[in-house]
């Protein structure tokens, strides 16, 4: 099967599975975006708007992971950098843990609905990929 990030490598189903999961998250940090753009015009506190760029990088670290995964990468400890909600120093994170991804998808998903509830038009061209 060819990979779904239309790299033009062929893989295994477990690996087609993994690059449609990095898909998926890359458009849920699009959304996410989209989410800490309304919380800003908004005037959403700033605190919240730091935790959700916690939560876009974190995606893309997932987004990062998944695809090094499904194209061959060997399974080893990988680590993201977050900025600190205090303006210090980035934190350095291990990442991540197997219910990660899924709990953050979660989180993502919440944000993105209430966001979608205060501001429709900003999510007018946004379509999440489907995993399938």
Same mark, same amino acid.
């Given at each position: 099967?060819? @990979?779904? @990030?239309? @790299?033009?490598?062929? #893989?295994?189903?477990?690996?087609?599975?993994?690059?449609?999961?990095?898909?998926? #998250?890359?458009?849920? @940090?699009d959304?996410?975006?989209?989410?800490?753009?309304?919380?800003?015009?908004?005037?959403?506190? =700033?605190?919240?708007?730091?935790?959700?760029?916690?939560? *876009?990088?974190?995606?893309?670290?997932?987004?990062r992971?998944?695809?090094? %995964?499904?194209?061959?990468?060997? #399974?080893?400890?990988?680590? *993201?950098?977050?900025?600190? =909600?205090?303006?210090?120093?980035?934190?350095?994170?291990?990442?991540?843990?197997?219910d990660? =991804?899924?709990?953050?998808?979660?989180?993502? %998903?919440?944000? *993105?609905?209430?966001?979608?509830?205060?501001?429709?038009?900003?999510?007018?061209?946004? #379509?999440?990929?489907?995993?399938v």
């Amino acid at each position: 099967m060819r @990979c779904p @990030c239309e @790299c033009g490598r062929r #893989v295994n189903r477990k690996d087609v599975k993994l690059a449609r999961r990095a898909l998926f #998250v890359r458009s849920l @940090c699009d959304g996410l975006q989209r989410a800490r753009q309304v919380g800003a015009e908004n005037g959403a506190p =700033p605190e919240d708007l730091v935790e959700i760029e916690r939560m *876009i990088r974190r995606g893309e670290y997932f987004d990062r992971a998944f695809l090094l %995964l499904a194209h061959g990468a060997a #399974v080893t400890t990988f680590y *993201i950098e977050l900025p600190d =909600p205090t303006g210090g120093e980035a934190i350095r994170e291990p990442a991540f843990k197997v219910d990660d =991804p899924d709990d953050w998808e979660e989180w993502v %998903l919440g944000t *993105i609905t209430m966001s979608m509830g205060v501001d429709r038009e900003a999510f007018a061209t946004w #379509v999440p990929y489907q995993k399938v």
